[in-house]
């Protein structure tokens, strides 16, 4: 008996039934019944045959029930032996184990800081992997979480995975993303992909920064000035409202055609 195929996620098949008819005029007492491969399991039943009580006459029956179980991928074959003091009577069995998996690396990327003014950095990418020996269909890929606008999706390309991506066993497609924070602060997403596994995920953090420097007052206006006296004297303050350190290295005046500003 051939029971097809059968993911070793999935737990055993329904029982098959075999019926044990006695063709002999003879009786034939059931000594034993037995699979000789883990991965065929017999499965008792009331009514089954029942070793050391069940005795058929002539063109009488019982049943056995066993079920397939497969523990690792690939074809399997077995031996159900139902014995009898009549001699022994061998039911070839045979199955295929498979297995439908995916998964997603890296499980996080951090994209560490990036400056609000700078636009979306560096690109970073997440790779999607059929582990198993059965296709893996994409249903959607989507970026959620509160801060899901700051990580964009880039438009896929060549092998990248899209939404209506199918893989193959052992092949593999990428989902390429930039960070591109539009307010400072930690910012956190998570990427997921839906397919017919359960849904692989990956978390995505970075920091948005900013480098700005505002100068008070602006602007700087000087009262009157007589040209024959001294000139007075204002200042500038410079502070930084960025998260950034800023350098200052040199303070210069510019536009000042006449040098009226010193």
């Not at 009488?60 to 009577?89: Q, R, W």
């Not at 939404?163 to 993303?177: F, K, N, V």
């Amino acid at each position: 008996h051939d029971f097809g195929s059968q993911d070793i996620d999935d737990g055993p098949t329904s029982s098959q039934l075999f019926t044990i008819t006695n063709n002999a005029a003879t009786t034939a007492s059931i000594d034993s019944v037995s699979s000789d491969s883990s991965d065929f399991v017999v499965d008792p039943q009331p009514g089954d045959c029942d070793p050391g009580t069940t005795t058929l006459g002539e063109d009488e029956s019982c049943t056995v029930h066993a079920y397939f179980d497969p523990g690792t991928t690939g074809a399997k074959s077995g031996m159900l032996t139902i014995g009898s003091d009549a001699g022994n009577l061998p039911v070839p069995l045979t199955g295929t184990g498979t297995q439908t998996a995916a998964s997603i690396s890296p499980a996080s990327i951090d994209f560490g800081g990036q400056d609000i003014d700078d636009g979306p950095g560096t690109e970073e990418a997440a790779t999607v992997t059929n582990d198993g020996t059965e296709p893996i269909n994409f249903s959607d890929v989507e970026i959620t979480g509160a801060d899901a606008g700051d990580f964009l999706q880039q438009a896929p390309t060549g092998d990248d995975c899209t939404d209506t991506t199918t893989l193959s066993a052992g092949a593999s497609c990428d989902i390429r993303i930039r960070f591109d924070p539009s307010t400072t602060g930690a910012k956190a997403a998570t990427l997921a992909v839906h397919t017919n596994v359960p849904d692989l995920t990956t978390d995505l953090s970075g920091q948005g920064t900013q480098t700005e420097i505002t100068a008070t007052p602006d602007p700087l206006d000087f009262a009157p000035q007589d040209v024959d006296d001294a000139g007075s004297t204002s200042s500038v303050t410079v502070e930084n409202t960025g998260t950034e350190p800023v350098d200052l290295n040199q303070a210069t005046i510019a536009d000042d055609a006449d040098g009226d500003f010193s």
